[in-house]
């Protein structure tokens, strides 16, 4: 009897479980399938599918996707993305399903169907949709705002950040205990299915003006508002970086500025060989007809847009709106989705001007990853006055001006400018990043975040240690080399700076040191722009002869890996005093005076010849005043812990200096003039990607041993090096004038594009040209003019240092970029001088760089 109570017993807690649970337990609700585009077929990956009310998943990269619940109460999919019109479909609680979704670009109708791609031959000769876009591009200089004579309206602009994945684990960490606020404040509207999570919002306030003739546009700030993380990050940089990422869309342009690179308009001159356009269908706003026409690019892994245009039937054949984004297979990194809307509104005088533009991008390191950062510019226009000239002094000036008024009026112009609040969300972003900085645990955090990216480490409230990457490195004249040093920081004092730093080699048993004062003349940290100090500094200590390094410490651990022989050094003590002064259009200037003392070592020997006899001179000693001055209209960096880094934009840079020796000045042993001359500019070439173009020269004046001349940048490292020339040895080449040439092409994937075996790896085509003209006067000469210092030799007795001879060198590379995102790897081959002994006549370097 008891075993059957026991028995009954069990049924009963089975089916009691059954009847309060089955349903959990039990009936799992399974919808799988796959997404497609309606219009390509092809599959879209990152939609978020997910059960209205409960939980999602993204598609594959196949557009497959499995999605799970145990919630039988759920009944509705929805599947969403950026560009999308969103799809509802109502499914089977408790069961295992199979759909298949096809989603149509924002605003096409569901039941459309393009056919023309899959019957026959898609043809520009006799296609109505060409004919239409040949007329929007004939009609684009009348419909761009460049055609007026005068132009005056009002922006708005908010650019914003948002994580798209809350970070679980950070939220549950010991370290991230105190931010939890932070994680709190999430919005859920802006992306159906996802949760984003604000760590940056700025808003601007403008007054734009536009004359045409003379050209000039002007801008006045009324008002602004942004976050700040404090000390530890540029905010200027970030804001410049944002800016370059999210440039300002004007469709009439022939190429859209987008992500550090450049996307042929859909409306561009050469829009029809490159795109696919189709006639959907025609509707009417505001009494005129407007085409609904869509576009695709006929390659998709060039850089192309793919979406819908609204186009005129007024006459004009103005745009009245665009939607539309980037093809997922396009060649770029990190970002996951690409989005931009424009509307434009009619004015009175019967033109569309543009009302509202709005650009989203989703990046994400990892592709497998469902969580990333979600960048939004969206910018609103208003009030347009047209053709009615303002006077001449509202042009006068700088082309931005930032109003006296405008901190003081913050809030009530923004929200007159915006035309509404922000929300609630949005809104938390200033106070929480506000209580952020002021904690100490978020302080030491970044504290140790700029140790690992910058290598510098707070050592108490007023001094920081670094660089980490000079602590340790090794090189033929002192072996082993131990350094150790730090800088003052602006809490300290806003006005004085002080550097330093000591080594010591284990070979050659020497210390070395360096000490720089510094006093800001504006009264502001001198790592902020613009720069206005005097600064004073010593350095005892070794160099590679001709080396300048821009983005790297000379002593950085992995530029001690060197081939070949790499000998020749020298011992410095170098004693400067500069005046550094920048103005806000992208003028500086640095005058200087600058004593050194050049003693030599490893192979090189100081040696002078006089008749037939020579005598060892132990050092050569110069004083020198310098004006350096430099234009770079536009210029835009980050401004990091030790150097600046450039964002580079399609403007030039140019730079001139000029030094005199002075001998008698402070013990200078000569008399000489150098002027040296540079200029940059980044050439966009469409689709063939772009082309960095830099020309350089110098000349100088006077009787000088060959240490003084002008020692051509080498690289005997490993890295390719963009300014150097990569199979050059260290000295090889001396100059007193030479004119430079040197292009670095990057095409962007064109080419690998093309070819199947290669296009998914996205991998990108790069290439250089190196050019030097050269050479050195009689009087120069040491094999000519007697009483010089005759060239460095081997030990062999070849000579290691060579004038150019009326021969150009020429050094030339092919190789390939964007392995695994961020590797360049270039074969470089040099053309010329191939007799000298123990150079390399091709080698093979390795470059980093992280870009979209």
Known sequence: MKYWRRIIRLAAGILWTSITSGPEVFAQTVVRGDIKDASTGQPVEDVSVYFKGGNGVLSKTDGTFVLTTANTKLATVQFSHVGYTTVTRTIAPGKD?????????????????????????????????????????????????????????????????????????????KLFKNFKFMFENRDTTILPGKALLPIYLEETAYQRYFRKDPGKEKSYVLSKREVNYGEYLDMRGIKNYLNRLYMPVDVYDNNIALLSTQFMSPIADLAP??????????????????????????????????????????????????????????????????????????????????????????????????????????????????????????????SEVVLAAAPAQTDSVLYAARGKALSPVEARIYTNIDSLQNMKSFKRTLDYATLLLAGYKRSGPWFEVGPVSAFYSFNPVEGF?????????????????????????????QVKYFLSATYALNHRTIYDYPFNYIQASFQHDTKIPGQDLQFVQEDNFLLSFKRGDNNKWLYNDIFKLNYVREFGRGLSYNFGFKYWKQVPAGDIDYEKVEAVDSMDIPYVTTAELSADFRWAPNEQFYQGKVYRIPIFNKYPIFEIKYSQGIKGLAGGQYNYGNLWGSAYKRFYLGQLGYSDVTLEGGYILGKIPFPLLDIHRANQTYAYQLNSYNLMDFMEFVSDHYGALNVDQNFGGFFFNKIPLLKRLRLREVGSAKILFGGIRDENNPDKTPGLFKFPTYATGDPSTYSLDGRPYIEVSGGIGNIFKVVRVDYVRRLTYLSHPFVDQWGIRVRTKFEF
């Open 481 to 509: 080399r131990l350094r150790f040093g730090g800088r003052s920081l602006p809490s300290l004092s806003k006005t004085f700076y002080t550097e330093t730093y000591v080594a010591y080699g284990f070979k050659d048993q």
């Open 97 to 173: 399903q199979t759909v298949s979704v096809q989603l149509a670009l924002a605003g096409q109708l569901q039941n459309i169907v393009i056919t023309a791609r899959g019957k026959g031959k898609y043809r520009n000769k006799g296609n109505p949709a060409v004919e239409l876009i040949r007329k929007v591009i004939d009609h684009k200089a009348v419909n761009r705002v460049g055609s007026y004579q005068y132009l005056q309206y009002q922006e708005y602009e908010k650019m914003e950040c948002s994580l798209t994945k809350q970070p679980e684990k950070l939220m549950n960490s």
């Open 273 to 398: 060989t490159f795109y696919l356009f189709y006639i959907q269908d025609t509707t009417e706003v505001d009494g005129i007809r407007l085409v609904r026409m869509n576009f695709y690019p006929r390659n998709p892994n060039d850089l192309l847009f793919k979406g819908t245009l609204w186009i005129t039937l007024d006459g004009q054949y103005a745009i009245q709106k665009v939607d539309f984004g980037v093809s997922k297979y396009a060649n770029l990194n990190w970002a996951r989705d690409v989005h931009i809307r424009q509307n434009f509104e009619r004015g009175t005088d019967q033109r569309y001007h543009i009302k509202y533009s709005e650009i989203l991008a989703e990046f994400s390191l990892l592709k497998s990853s469902s969580g990333g950062i979600m960048g939004e510019r969206a910018v609103t226009y208003s009030n347009y006055v047209i053709n009615q000239p303002a006077p001449d002094s509202v042009y006068k000036g700088p």
